[in-house]
């Protein structure tokens, strides 16, 4: 097993115990962890700290601006917030893989991957 598959296993767990996504889209979170390069090998790049509004800035402009091609802050405000609500506020370790996958599904952006 190579140490990306790992790491989809690991986002995989995380998407069905605390998302409670049952059947979640393997493809699609392997495109996203390939397309986020070493920075998954990082812990400290890998995830995403929700309590830092800088940190929060930096997905929406890198992520949600540049690559989904959303560029309307209260669509990606309101998108960032329910993902992480969903992902569960109390959770420390939210996984920057995870989060963008999260928030391609929400705006139905799955071609960007393709």
């Keep these: ?4 598959d790992e790491k989809v296993g690991q986002y995989i767990d995380d998407l069905k115990s605390k998302i409670g996504e049952s059947n979640p889209d393997v493809d699609l979170l392997r495109k996203i962890a390939e397309s986020l ?3 998954i090998y990082n812990a400290d790049a890998e995830t995403v700290a929700s309590s830092s509004e800088s940190e929060l800035e930096t997905v929406k402009k890198n992520f949600i601006d540049k ?4 560029s309307d802050d209260s669509k990606a ?3 960032l917030n329910q993902v ?5 506020k109390s959770n420390r370790n939210k996984y920057r893989v995870v ?9 139905s952006k799955e071609s960007v991957f393709k």
């Design 99 to 107: 989060i963008y996958y999260l928030l391609t599904k929400h705006f």
């Design 67 to 70: 690559k989904l091609g959303i």
């Design 37 to 39: 390069g070493p920075s």
């Design 77 to 79: 405000n309101e998108a």
């Design 84 to 88: 992480l609500e969903k992902y569960g």
């Design 1 to 4: 097993m190579s140490k990306l």
